[in-house]
C-alpha cells in the first residue's frame, strides 16, 4: 500500500506555544488529506478536509484559527495547533487519499503533550 | 446523519478460530467499505477494501458485503493472538469525501 509519513512523532510543548505537525504522501499525489483527532480509548474524529490549493473545510465544533491546515503541494499538508492548551493533548492523525483512488492510507500520527 | 454501527466487543476467540466482525451502514447510496485494524497506540492500517456484492479474500481475510441489507462482515481466519487489536470499519459515502468510522470492535484472540 501507499507510504504517509508524520513528522513529528512525538511532541511536548508548553501551555501557549504552537506546534506544527506534517503529514507527506510518499510515494503518491495526495489530492485530499484529512486531519484526524483521537483521544484514548475513544474512537476516530475527523477535524477537517483539505484539498490542495484550497482551504480546509473544517468539520463542526473545530475551530478553524486554531487549527490551521495548508496544503500547499500534492504531497504536504499541515497542521499547526495554535495557542496550545493542556485539552488539545492527543493523537493526531493525517490520512490521505489519491484521487482516483478507493483507499485512504494513514500517517503514523504525532501524539501531542501540552504541559 | 450517516452512521455505522459496529459491536464494540470486546470478541474473544481462541487461536486458531474464525473471528467475524460485523458493521452496518445507514447510507444506502455509499460506494464502497473499508476494514482498518488499529492496534493500542497506533495508527489505523488499512487491510482491505471492497465495492462489489460478494465476497473478496485477501489471504486469511474474507470481506462480505451485501448492500441490500446495508451489512459489511470481515472474517478471519486461523485468528493469531498477533490480531488482537481494535477493527474500524469505514464507508465511502461519495469518492473524495471523507470515510465514515464506526466506532470499532475489539478483537482478542487468546493463545
Known amino acids: 500500500g501507499a507510504v504517509v509519513s508524520q513528522h513529528p512523532s512525538r511532541v511536548i510543548c508548553k501551555s501557549g506555544t504552537s506546534v506544527k505537525i506534517e503529514c507527506r504522501s510518499l510515494d503518491f499525489q495526495a489530492t485530499t488529506m484529512f486531519w484526524y483527532r483521537q483521544f484514548p480509548k475513544q474512537s476516530l474524529m475527523l477535524m477537517a478536509t483539505?484539498?490542495?490549493?484550497?482551504?480546509?473545510?473544517?468539520e463542526q465544533g473545530v475551530e478553524k484559527d486554531k487549527f490551521l491546515i495548508n496544503h500547499a503541494s500534492l504531497t504536504l499538508s499541515t497542521l499547526t495547533v495554535t495557542s496550545a492548551h493542556p485539552e488539545d493533548s492527543s493523537f493526531y492523525i493525517c490520512?490521505?487519499?489519491?484521487?482516483?483512488?478507493?483507499?485512504?492510507?494513514f500517517g503514523p500520527g504525532t501524539r501531542l503533550t501540552v504541559t | 446523519q450517516k452512521e455505522v454501527e459496529q459491536n464494540s466487543g470486546p470478541l474473544s476467540v481462541p487461536e486458531g478460530a474464525i473471528a467475524s466482525l460485523n458493521c452496518t451502514y445507514s447510507d444506502r447510496g455509499s460506494q464502497s467499505f473499508f476494514w482498518y485494524r488499529q492496534y493500542s497506540g497506533k495508527s489505523p492500517e488499512l487491510i482491505m477494501f471492497?465495492?462489489?456484492?460478494g465476497d473478496k479474500e485477501d489471504g486469511r481475510f474474507t470481506a462480505q458485503l451485501n448492500k441490500a441489507s446495508q451489512y459489511v462482515s470481515l472474517l478471519i481466519r486461523d485468528s493469531q493472538p498477533s490480531d488482537s487489536a481494535t477493527y474500524l470499519c469505514a464507508v465511502d459515502p461519495q469518492a473524495g469525501t471523507a470515510l465514515i468510522f464506526g466506532k470499532g470492535t475489539t478483537l482478542s484472540v487468546s493463545s
Open positions: 490520512s490521505a487519499r489519491d484521487g482516483g483512488a478507493y483507499e485512504q492510507y
Open positions: 483539505s484539498n490542495e490549493g484550497s482551504k480546509a473545510t473544517y
Open positions: 471492497i465495492y462489489s456484492n
